[in-house]
């Protein structure tokens, strides 16, 4: 089976990297040329251009995996000197980015203008995703879903990927997902943080290798606690958490619901204040840090 992967960042790359061990025939094209060296040297056809890669595609149906920030997706997806202009009816895109939910939406009755049949995806997993398979939550077409089902079983780790619902509801799933692991976060940081005040000079690598089995509290998240005080310098880091966006959109449709997400949403203001000076000390904020860096790859400040 064929497929295009747009965008080789720390998770397109993972995705096209485990798409080719599988058996799949890989096309990937990104921007700049390091990315797609590293996907040459796994087998997997690179290109510079997108007219290029589209010409290699092939019959129908065409299959195009997106994994583009979502600031970027609605230029690529219909500008014409992007994807945009090399879309067809009988195609299939899947957006397998960030996206907000209802952007998907609109982004769906857009393309199936033109007959173009559009999938979000929701994809979870991060840096760990290749080795270990990637959670999958899919809205679009009912009809269209067993073109693409071998696509997410591949990627998934078994039994973890469906579709969820109908347009916007995998990237809805994934958006609330987001907003959960906000909340775990902070509230094992802020565990963390009270150990850590606490008199009784804990040894917090011992601690969490206690939690990690048998304990009610033990989660992926707790195996990456542990691996932060092994493997880490957290007096060397900033409190400094960056956020992406997708735990003020799960607040916002929680207000548009009518649903109560306090905690959600005092996590989401913790990584707003942790940008001021005077917290970019706390411990806590450390620990939220560095398990993003943990599961997801994504940066860290220094002191």
């Given at each position: 089976?064929?497929?295009?992967?747009?965008?080789l960042?720390?998770?397109?790359m993972q995705?096209?990297k485990r798409?080719?061990?599988?058996?799949?025939d890989?096309?990937?094209?990104?921007?700049s040329?390091g990315p797609?060296?590293?996907?040459?040297?796994?087998?997997?056809?690179?290109?510079?251009?997108?007219?290029?890669?589209?010409?290699?595609m092939?019959?129908q149906?065409?299959?195009?995996?997106?994994?583009l920030?979502?600031?970027?997706?609605?230029d690529f997806?219909?500008?014409?000197e992007?994807?945009?202009?090399?879309?067809k009816?009988g195609?299939?895109v899947?957006d397998?980015?960030?996206s907000?939910?209802?952007?998907s939406?609109?982004?769906a009755?857009e393309?199936?203008?033109?007959?173009?049949h559009?999938?979000d995806s929701?994809?979870?997993?991060?840096?760990w995703g290749?080795?270990n398979?990637?959670?999958l939550?899919?809205?679009g077409?009912?009809?269209?879903w067993?073109q693409?089902?071998?696509?997410?079983k591949v990627?998934?780790s078994?039994?973890?990927?469906g579709?969820?619902?109908?347009?916007?509801?995998g990237h809805?799933?994934?958006?609330?997902?987001?907003?959960?692991e906000?909340?775990m976060?902070e509230?094992?940081?802020?565990?963390?943080g009270?150990?850590?005040?606490?008199?009784f000079?804990?040894?917090?690598a011992?601690?969490?290798?206690?939690?990690?089995?048998?304990?009610?509290i033990?989660?992926?998240?707790?195996?990456?606690?542990?691996?932060?005080?092994?493997?880490?310098?957290v007096?060397?880091t900033?409190g400094?958490i960056?956020?992406?966006?997708e735990?003020e959109?799960?607040i916002?449709?929680a207000?548009e619901f009518?649903v109560?997400?306090?905690v959600?949403?005092?996590s989401?203001?913790?990584?707003?204040?942790?940008?001021?000076?005077?917290n970019?000390?706390k411990?806590?904020?450390?620990?939220?840090?560095l398990?993003?860096?943990q599961?997801?790859?994504?940066?860290i400040?220094?002191k």
């Amino acid at each position: 089976m064929k497929i295009a992967i747009f965008g080789l960042g720390r998770m397109g790359m993972q995705i096209a990297k485990r798409l080719q061990k599988n058996g799949f025939d890989v096309l990937a094209w990104n921007r700049s040329e390091g990315p797609r060296q590293e996907a040459a040297k796994c087998g997997i056809k690179a290109f510079a251009s997108i007219d290029e890669l589209v010409s290699q595609m092939g019959d129908q149906p065409r299959l195009f995996w997106v994994m583009l920030p979502h600031k970027i997706v609605d230029d690529f997806l219909f500008h014409k000197e992007l994807l945009g202009g090399f879309l067809k009816k009988g195609d299939i895109v899947i957006d397998g980015g960030n996206s907000f939910y209802k952007d998907s939406i609109r982004r769906a009755e857009e393309l199936n203008k033109i007959g173009v049949h559009f999938f979000d995806s929701g994809t979870s997993g991060g840096v760990w995703g290749e080795e270990n398979g990637f959670a999958l939550m899919a809205g679009g077409p009912k009809e269209i879903w067993p073109q693409v089902e071998p696509v997410f079983k591949v990627l998934s780790s078994g039994e973890n990927y469906g579709l969820v619902g109908g347009h916007g509801a995998g990237h809805f799933v994934k958006m609330v997902h987001n907003g959960i692991e906000y909340g775990m976060m902070e509230a094992i940081a802020e565990g963390y943080g009270v150990l850590k005040a606490s008199p009784f000079n804990l040894d917090l690598a011992q601690v969490t290798k206690i939690y990690q089995q048998g304990s009610v509290i033990r989660s992926w998240l707790i195996d990456l606690t542990r691996n932060i005080f092994e493997q880490e310098n957290v007096d060397a880091t900033s409190g400094f958490i960056d956020a992406t966006g997708e735990g003020e959109w799960t607040i916002n449709a929680a207000k548009e619901f009518g649903v109560d997400a306090r905690v959600i949403e005092g996590s989401f203001k913790v990584r707003q204040e942790s940008k001021e000076e005077k917290n970019k000390d706390k411990f806590s904020n450390k620990i939220v840090a560095l398990m993003r860096k943990q599961f997801g790859g994504h940066g860290i400040q220094k002191k």
